[in-house]
């Protein structure tokens, strides 16, 4: 038995059921899953109903509707299953389709999950599509949803581009003309609606000496390349639209910079996935920009106008996800400028500030992201927010930079075990990480969180701080 038997059952088993209900995470990865699936039995003719939640836990599995629908969980379910049993949902009525770890209940659902099969760079959009495909080998045209999915998990992050079945999905999609997979492409974010030169001096990984956050710097180094800035119609051009032999210009030109300052270039370039049927220059052009447009949306707790656009809508929903998405840059902007204003706190190992309750728990991590570009890059960051449903809560976020992952920063670890010992709960990625604490431990926690990051700088060895 392998992953694809596994989908082939769960495909056998969705269609003979009729309505079926779909529970999926609002993120990108949920929000593409569940259209990947809804779209598959809806061509069945077969009823579907979806709801959305930001996690599941027992305050929101009331959202499940207790009536006699099949339900199929999509990003989760998986960590939950003991939450399902409590609900009483039987075995028969239940199919999991998810890439998380798997907890133990007293119920085993049937579950489709490529980590059983050791594929851990597949996110619950690729399963749904391997599902969707054995539902109907026609379905290829929803290979593209199951590639943003991926890449709005950070399934590509790693490896600079998508490995195993979820590449399989990617070629697939590519056949069929779909998507359009750009090999050695350049390793930035905003390939389609970012000026060039904002495109590049926003790369921070990796991080171009001269050009990385200093966008005067970018514009300059463009010039001396003689690569025009802007097009014919008098716009600024974007990446996506430069000609290849400039494009080889960049990149060699950045390789040199790179090697000159003593960087890595191995980062440099990645594989890249284009959308050609949709309009230049919109974040539906590519999977980066497709994905987070999708997670804008279940930011602002709208998943449902991200499944419209995923659907193929591009008039009411596409305006109200484009308009969300300028809040959300706005947002985040404004984040970045308050702890930029307001300062961190330095210790030994970490830097951390607190932003109160002025920001919403699910941009901090970005912000946390993009404030590290301009602060301390060898210090870790970690931003605390009061959590809104629950004021006894603290949400953390940790960030760091792929040269200190190298150098052996593990946040995920240093997240799980410093919230374990202090009653709360933590995890996420080695460069990003999250956890919940009580909120009467947050010093406590940041300062096991310092003691953890100087522990793994000393087992990396010698010639590290
Ligand atoms: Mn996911």
């Known amino acids: 038995m392998g992953l694809i038997d596994d989908a082939r059952a769960a495909a056998r088993d969705m269609v003979c059921h009729n309505p079926v209900t779909i529970v999926s995470h609002i993120d990108a990865d949920g929000i593409a899953g569940e259209t990947i699936l809804a779209q598959a039995l809806a061509r069945e003719g077969i009823e579907v109903k979806s709801v959305f939640v930001r996690q599941l836990e027992p305050l929101t599995m009331r959202q499940v509707p207790r009536d006699t629908s099949f339900k199929v969980f999509c990003d989760l379910g998986a960590g939950q ?38 594929y851990t760079k597949l996110s619950a959009a690729g399963v749904a599509y391997l599902v969707a495909r054995e539902i109907d080998s026609g379905n290829t045209d929803l290979a593209r949803l199951s590639v943003i999915g991926n ?31 750009r090999g050695k492409d350049l390793n930035c974010y905003g390939v389609s609606t970012r000026p060039l030169h904002v495109c590049l001096a926003y790369n921070d990984d990796p991080f171009v000496p001269g050009i990385s956050n200093n966008v005067n710097g970018a514009m300059k180094f463009l010039q001396r390349m003689k690569v025009p800035l802007k097009g014919e119609d008098g716009n600024w051009v974007v990446w996506e639209e430069v000609s290849d032999e400039h494009r080889r210009i960049i990149t060699s030109a950045l390789a040199q910079q790179l090697l000159v300052n003593g960087g890595n270039v191995s980062r440099l370039f990645c594989e890249s996935y284009l959308f050609p ?20 949306c279940g930011r602002w707790s709208r998943p449902r106008i991200g499944g419209s656009i995923c659907r193929g809508d591009r008039g009411v929903a596409y305006r109200q996800a484009e308009h969300m998405l300028t809040n959300h840059r706005a947002i985040i902007r404004e984040l970045l400028m308050y702890i930029l204003d307001n300062g961190v706190c330095e210790l030994s190992h970490l830097q951390y500030i607190h932003v109160g309750n002025r920001y919403p728990d699910t941009i901090v991590g970005i912000g946390a992201g993009m404030a590290l570009s301009k602060l301390n ?12 449903e629950d004021p006894e809560l603290t949400k953390v976020s940790l ?18 075990e410093a919230s374990a010992s202090l009653g709360g709960a933590g995890g996420g990625h080695r460069v990003a990480a999250g956890a919940s604490i009580p909120r009467e431990n947050e010093q406590e926690f940041v300062k096991r969180v310092n003691e953890l990051l100087a522990g793994q700088y000393a087992q990396a060895g010698p010639g590290h701080r």
């Open 81 to 118: 299953q003991n939450l399902l049993a409590e609900a009483g949902l039987r075995e028969d009525e239940v199919l999991i389709i998810d890439h998380h770890v798997s907890q133990e209940g007293p119920c085993s659902y049937r579950q489709v999950n490529g980590i059983h099969y050791g």
């Open 151 to 181: 890449i709005g998990d950070m399934m590509a992050r790693e490896d600079c581009g998508l490995i195993g079945p979820a590449r399989e999905i990617a070629l697939e999609g590519s056949e069929a003309g779909w998507v359009e997979i």
């Open 277 to 296: 049927g949709e309009p230049g220059r919109t974040p539906l052009r590519n999977a980066q920009e497709f994905a987070t447009l999708l997670n804008s």
């Open 377 to 388: 890059r060898d210090k870790p960051i970690l931003i605390m927010v009061e959590q809104p």
């Open 399 to 416: 960030r760091t930079t792929e040269q200190m992952v190298a150098r052996g920063v593990d946040l995920q670890r240093a997240a799980m």
